[in-house]
């Protein structure tokens, strides 16, 4: 059975959410002061919320994110909170979202493309902390998709998956 786009936008907000949680922890005991990009991580969770929610003119210069790591915590557990909520509740992900980008200009986008590039965003930024924190001498959590798959999968019944020399349907 092929997944669905809601599906998949689903588990990637799950996934974007469990892993700014662990890099948000790592931070917290090793770096409290690195909470820069983390910040700038955040805010764009919230700006493009606003955005699949109708706020077209959103703009992430109109929010603010919380200057303490502790805040940030709770911050980030409220807005992935928010997300899924959305996600769970939407059901078209195919539904073009009109939003403005800093110079104005106008775009039209699924809502699909949004929450994976919310997800990819979130991904690159993590990485630059993951750097910050090995440059200061601490060993930051892994938080690859893959790594987040293979947890998921340890913690559910699923079956192992099949061999790739196994006969499939073609894609």
């Known amino acids: 059975m092929e997944p669905s786009a809601a599906g998949i936008c689903r588990e990637h907000l799950q996934f974007m959410a469990w892993a700014d949680t662990l890099l ?37 210069t109109q929010y603010a994110a919380p200057e303490s790591i ?56 993590r990485g630059q902390v993951a750097a910050q924190l090995r440059s200061s ?8 998709l893959i790594i987040w798959y293979r947890t998921q999968r340890a913690q559910s019944s699923l079956p192992p998956s099949r061999p790739l020399n196994e006969s499939r349907t073609p894609c």
């Not at 931070?27 to 002061?33: D, R, Y």
């Not at 001498?137 to 690859?144: E, N, Q, R, S, Y």
Request: proline share 6%; aromatic share 10%.
């Open 24 to 60: 948000t922890a790592a931070v917290a005991q090793s770096t409290p002061e690195s909470v820069t990009p983390l910040q700038h991580v955040y805010l764009g969770e919230v700006v493009w919320l606003e955005r699949v929610s109708g706020n077209e003119a959103a703009q992430i």
């Open 70 to 125: 502790h805040e940030l915590s709770t911050a980030f557990r409220e807005i992935h909170a928010k997300w899924l909520a959305w996600a769970n509740a939407f059901e078209d992900f195919d539904t073009v979202v009109p939003h403005r980008n800093l110079k104005g200009e106008s775009f039209r986008m699924p809502a699909w493309q949004i929450v994976l590039h919310l997800v990819n965003h979130g991904s690159y930024h």
């Open 137 to 144: 001498g601490f060993a930051p959590p892994a938080t690859d």
